[in-house]
């Protein structure tokens, strides 16, 4: 683009130029399809401008340092013109620039490192802005266009033009490999690195020939611009230089000559003044000359006059002038030096020395001229905006993103992918889209700002569930079936209603939809839920009828807890499927009839009934467990059926009931117990019988229980635990297992080193010493190592027993006696107690006696009292009572007494009260603390001796906070007493489930079966608690019905629990019968 002429006057100075009429390649790039240009389109363009540079450069040695698609202008003829070629090589800071940095001139993003960094100017400035032209032309952006441009420029490497357009998502035709070399060769942060040349790039990207080949003559010469007062005439015949380059001034040829002059007309105006001269002589030297003497001598002197005071004048301007310019010079030093400051003013100088510079700037300001304080306060502004941005940009904070439910996907921006709750440090500043996911819910969009050196800690984010539909129809009437929808996996019904349910608007998952209808068995669907999705779902229930019958007529027909009617009976509509049912009338044992009703038929059943049917063992136990299958809840279920076979287990026939089969049956109720801890106690309850029973079939329940403890959660539970693993030494692999989570329970502090302590006593009776001695040493401490000891060297010591054990469970009694005779040396109690326990229940008595002369005599004045208890476990009253006459009270030792007083309950609780009555009035001692009277009172009342149980009661010292652990033994105390005021004071204050039970036993065994029921009914807490209490309830009612009278008792009973509880007193009746039928 031609200069004409540089013009400067009073007001300004100004440039005159070129006109071009067409648009530079900046906006032309943005007209393109796709943002950008393709290769081809450029290098006709390109030709020209590698010419251009190349003349510039070698020829005009002028270096342009502002390169950029805004600089190149296309005119209407399709030529390019390069735009202020030369003004940054001028003038130190062009107002044509887009951004300027200290020293330096030019727009940063086309801008060589050096460059930048305000290094003198080379050619290879315009080979670095000539391939960022290239590459913005070619993708759209710069090499370098976003964040701190200045670093990247000065240590990043571009990527290529292709993955530009990738990272861009323009499409484009594929670049040359030439093209790429070229271009990244052009951006290489070392000038000599770079093309050398214009010229060279032009090779380079193939265009084929020099430079002086694309239309520059090695003879041009640019024509420099001439200042002049007013623009000279252009010549229209005037050649441009290669590509208009803006070197030019324009100027035309002055005009050299003007008119030429008529030497007739001078002659003719000669002679015509000599004429007029001569005519006018005498008027000049006589009026005229002194005139104008006078005239010319006051003209002279005016002239002097003014010529003194233009001279004083001019004196007085130069003066002024000279004050002007030296105030200039010292104001634009004053200025120059803050704007130096201002620039030296970078990123991580100290605030000591900022505060300095702004003070300068503040001084500054407060008196700097107007044409420099907007300049220098922008400056200032700009520089302090740079220094927060960086600052900024290297600034961090935190967020934490918690959400309900948890566990759940959140994505944070592009910073991170992880499960909530999510926890982020170092987290640049901004403002983060948040997108949180989770299966069945909606996604849940937002936004997170993290500030400077705070923690962004929203309140957790809660999901909202996503839904869909379902219709419920039924082909029952309208309002007579209901429905249930249980979520997998939640806790409850979720919903209920009646049929048909139109449009049930449910959480998306999957369902279970139970219908029930009354006489109609129940239907259950698994149904999915689709978000936004309405499914139907029919609940048809299927029919059949039946029609029962039996001879006699008259009996009783039952389902479960439901009395259906009696015979003969007809059920027109019943679910379809397999069905049973017991027929009762007095004086007959129960029938079962059942079948298979199938839809849209009638079946028939019919039943002959056998009179008696309560009287032996085999057909109570039958008929009892065939009832506690009806139990739906597994807890009791399994309790019932333990409760059945450990009652018939101790009967003579014992051996001719199906006693195994009732175990199978336990086992199956216990493994279907959700909580493991009652599953773990279920099941080591029954382990001490079952083991009796079929020795191997009892390894199935240890491997149950060893399975149960890892999920046991429960304190209370995993405090007692080690107990079940210790009754599981016979199969030791399965204890081992039961025993290994155990040890990760308790950390030796607090109480906990007591459980640690009976861990490793377990681990010593199966042998595993090393365990038993590593878990002892995590129970160490302060006066602990005695306790440690003793654990072990019991477990250690029970091993030495168990071969004797184990031939007394297999029925080997021969070779247990010869295995207890070669065992020598003193038996510890606790030891001496598991044998006594076996030798009691297999009757050898020969080896007890063997086995108290071995027992250490610290525990003999304790031993007898353990013999009885085991002793009226098994119905061995005889030996029991020889036991008690043999031993004598001591001075601190309540031996004998202990014997009778524990002979007296056994003999209240068979219902034999005289017998009862002659062991409580042999208890002659008690202990100091209360606790044996306090257990006797309530015997004493069951045997009618009220004014000894009052006198009795009256040594009772006061439950206080010291001894209020004696409130168990004290409820059914006062309850067998009548006190109630006393019995609830001591609830309100200490009584537990446990004393509860307690004194409703009590209340049974005097008969006061109303108030035992009442008490009973107040333990809510614990299941196994509740069914003792109504159990005892139940034997204290058996035990004042004649047998014969037993089937009423059954048909009275209010519930199949308290039906199956009956079976249980009907065997420990018979079982009570057989005992004492031998003492009696």
Not at 131 to 156: C, E, H, I, R
Not at 717 to 735: N, Y
Not at 930 to 942: A, C, H, N, T, W
């Amino acid at each position: 683009m031609r200069i004409y002429d540089f013009v400067e006057g009073a007001s300004g100075a100004a440039i005159s130029m070129e006109y071009v009429d067409g648009d530079t390649l900046a906006s032309l790039k943005v007209d393109q399809p796709q943002g950008h240009f393709e290769p081809k389109q450029l290098e006709a363009w390109l030709k020209e401008l590698c010419g251009a540079l190349k003349y510039a450069h070698n020829r005009a040695q002028v270096v342009h340092r502002d390169l950029k698609p805004a600089n190149f202008m296309i005119d209407s003829r399709g030529e390019l013109k390069i735009a202020d070629f030369g003004i940054a090589a001028s003038v130190s800071e062009s107002v044509s620039r887009v951004s300027v940095q200290a020293g330096t001139s030019g727009t940063p993003v086309y801008m060589s490192p050096q460059q930048m960094m305000g290094e003198k100017p080379t050619v290879t400035d315009d080979i670095y802005a000539l391939g960022a032209t290239l590459f913005d032309l070619l993708t759209s952006k710069p090499p370098f266009y976003a964040g701190n441009v200045t670093l990247q420029v000065m240590n990043k490497v571009a990527p290529t033009v292709a993955d530009r357009r990738v990272e861009l998502e323009v499409v484009g035709d594929e670049i040359p490999e030439a093209w790429e070399r070229t271009i990244a060769a052009c951006l290489a942060k070392e000038p000599e690195a770079r093309p050398k040349s214009a010229s060279e790039v032009a090779e380079l990207l193939g265009l084929g020939g020099s430079t002086d080949a694309l239309g520059i003559s090695s003879k041009t010469q640019p024509a420099m611009p001439t200042p002049a007062s007013s623009p000279p005439e252009r010549s229209s015949a005037a050649s441009d230089t290669p590509a208009s380059v803006a070197l030019d001034s324009g100027n035309a040829k002055s005009q050299a000559s003007g008119p030429k002059k008529n030497f007739k007309g001078v002659w003719g105006s000669a002679v015509l003044a000599l004429a007029v001269l001569g005519s006018a002589t005498g008027w000049y030297f006589k009026v005229h000359l002194p005139e104008q003497a006078r005239r010319e001598a006051s003209r002279v002197e005016e002239a002097r006059l003014a010529g003194e005071e233009a001279a004083r004048a001019q004196a007085e301007q130069a003066r002024l002038a000279k004050i002007a310019a030296a105030e200039q010079a010292k104001e634009d030093g004053e200025y120059a030096e803050i704007v130096a400051q201002i620039a030296g003013v970078y990123d991580g100088i100290g605030e000591t020395e900022r505060d300095r510079v702004k003070a300068a700037v503040t001084n500054y300001v407060a008196s700097a001229p107007d044409r420099y304080r907007t300049d220098v306060t922008t400056r200032w502004s700009q520089r302090l905006t740079a220094l927060e941005t960086h600052r900024l940009s290297m600034a961090r904070g935190g967020l934490r993103v918690r959400t309900v439910p948890s566990d759940v996907e959140v994505q944070v921006g592009s910073v991170a992918l992880e499960r909530s709750p999510v926890t982020l440090q170092e987290v640049r500043l901004g403002t983060y889209p948040l997108v949180i996911k989770a299966e069945g819910y909606d996604v849940w969009r937002g936004e997170i700002e993290v500030k400077e050196n705070e923690f962004a800690d929203p309140d957790p984010i809660e999901l909202v569930r996503s839904t869909g539909r379902l219709s419920l129809s039924t082909n029952v009437r309208e309002g007579t079936a209901t429905v249930e929808l249980w979520q997998k996996g939640g806790e409850g019904i979720l919903e209920e209603g009646s049929l048909p349910w139109e449009d049930v608007v449910l959480p998306t998952g999957e369902y279970l939809v139970a219908a029930r209808s009354r006489g109609l068995e129940d239907i259950e669907q698994t149904v999915e839920v689709t978000a936004g999705i309405s499914k139907p779902v029919a609940l048809n229930f299927l029919f059949g009828g039946i029609e029962i019958d039996s001879v006699p007529s008259g009996s009783e027909v039952c389902h479960g807890d439901q009395k259906w009617g009696v015979t003969p009976l007809r059920i027109e509509q019943h679910p379809v499927g397999s069905f049973e049912v017991s027929l009762r009338q007095k004086g007959y044992a129960r029938a079962k009839l059942g079948g298979v009703v199938g839809s849209g038929e009638l079946l028939q059943l019919k039943a002959e009934l056998k009179e008696g049917g309560l009287d032996n063992a085999e057909s109570i136990l039958a008929a009892g467990w065939q009832e506690a299958k009806l139990i739906k809840d597994a807890e009791a279920r399994a309790s019932v059926l333990l409760g059945l076979a450990t009652m018939a287990v101790k009967l003579d026939d014992a051996s001719d009931l199906p006693l195994l089969e009732v175990f199978q049956d336990h086992l199956a109720a216990a493994k279907q117990i959700p909580d493991q801890g009652k599953r773990l106690t279920t099941l080591g309850g029954a382990l001490d019988w079952v083991v009796h029973v079929d020795f191997e079939f009892s390894r199935r329940y240890a491997e149950e229980m060893a399975q149960a403890v890892p999920l046991i959660r429960d304190q209370t539970v995993r405090e007692s635990a080690w107990m079940w693993a210790g009754k599981m030494w016979m199969h030791p692999q399965e204890a081992r297992r039961a025993l290994e989570p155990m040890i990760n329970w308790f950390d030796g502090s607090g109480n906990s080193w007591i459980h640690l302590v009976q861990i490793a006593g377990a681990y010593a009776k199966i042998g595993e010493t090393e365990a038993a001695r590593r878990v002892g040493k995590m129970a160490a401490g302060q006066y602990r190592e005695q306790a440690i000891e003793n654990a072990i060297t019991g477990g250690t010591k029970h091993r030495l027993f168990q071969p004797v054990l184990l031939s007394l469970l297999r029925n080997d009694i021969d070779t247990a006696r010869r295995q207890f005779a070669q065992i020598s040396g003193v038996i510890d109690y606790a030891n001496a107690a598991d044998l006594a326990n076996e030798f009691i229940r297999y009757e050898e008595f020969a080896l007890l006696d063997a086995l108290q002369t071995q027992l250490d005599p610290t525990y003999q004045p304790y031993f007898p009292g353990l013999l009885v208890t085991y002793a009226t476990m098994y119905g061995e009253f005889e030996f029991a009572e020889r036991i008690a006459a043999s031993v004598r009270d001591g001075e601190n030792v309540t031996t004998q007494s202990s014997a009778y007083h524990t002979l007296a309950e056994a003999y209240l609780s068979a219902g034999e009260i005289d017998l009862a009555r002659t062991a409580a009035l042999r208890v002659k001692s008690h202990d100091a603390a209360g606790m044996s009277r306090m257990r006797l009172v309530p015997v004493l009342m069951g045997v009618g001796e009220t004014t000894r149980a009052q006198a009795l009661s009256r040594q009772v010292p006061a439950i206080t906070e010291e001894n209020k652990y004696l409130a168990t033994f004290a409820a059914p105390m006062y309850t067998s007493l009548g006190d109630t005021r006393k019995y609830n004071d001591l609830k309100r204050h200490s009584v537990d489930d446990g004393g509860a039970l307690m004194a409703s036993m009590a209340l049974s065994r005097m008969g006061l079966l109303d108030e035992a029921e009442k008490l009973a009914n107040t333990i809510a807490d614990n299941a196994p608690y509740r069914m003792n209490a109504f159990f005892s309830i139940t034997a204290a009612r058996v035990q004042a019905t004649p047998q014969d009278d037993w089937n009423r008792l059954l048909d009275e009973a209010p519930s199949v629990e308290r039906r199956s509880q009956l079976y249980m007193a009907f065997l420990q009746s018979l079982m009570h019968q057989q005992w004492f039928g031998k003492t009696s």
